[in-house]
Each structure stands twice: as C-alpha cells, then as structure tokens.
C-alpha cells in the first residue's frame, strides 16, 4: 500500500461563513488503494470538518440506476443547483 497519497489539486471557494462549522469533501479512492483496501472501483470518501475533528465514511460508487437518475433531475434543475451554488449550499 503506498505510503502517501497524492490528489489531484482541485479550485475551491473561500467564503466567510462564521455561522457554518461543518465542511465536507467528496474525494476519489485512487484505483490501487481501493484495490489494496477491497473497496469496489470508483468508491469515494466523504471527509467532514466538525468543530476541529475529522470523520470519513467511505461511500460505494452509485449503481447505474441511481446515476441515471441523478443525471436526469440534474439536468432538469441546473439552475436550481447553479443557485444554490452561488449561496453556498
């Protein structure tokens, strides 16, 4: 198992947001670790900030169904999600 990991650098948005003390980040198990681990291809890892402390889950790749699905309602409300963008989620 490699001993460190390298991401690809990804652009972020700074916003000043004192009322919010969580973030989260979706991040792409590389192909090799999630071999090493016995996770199936394309599994992701929600990482969480919550008041100083770190937590993971480990989140499996969606079947072929579900992204379908969340393509199409994407899709269909991009502005909706485009607005939500602009104010933060």
Known sequence: MPEVLEFEEIQTERR???HCKIASWLVDIPLEVAEELGLPENSQIALTVKDGEVSGDVLPPMSPDIDAIAKRILEK??????????LGD
Do not use: D, M, Q, T
């Open 77 to 86: 409300r991009r502005e909706v999600f485009a607005e939500l963008k602009r």
């Open 16 to 18: 000043n947001l004192k």
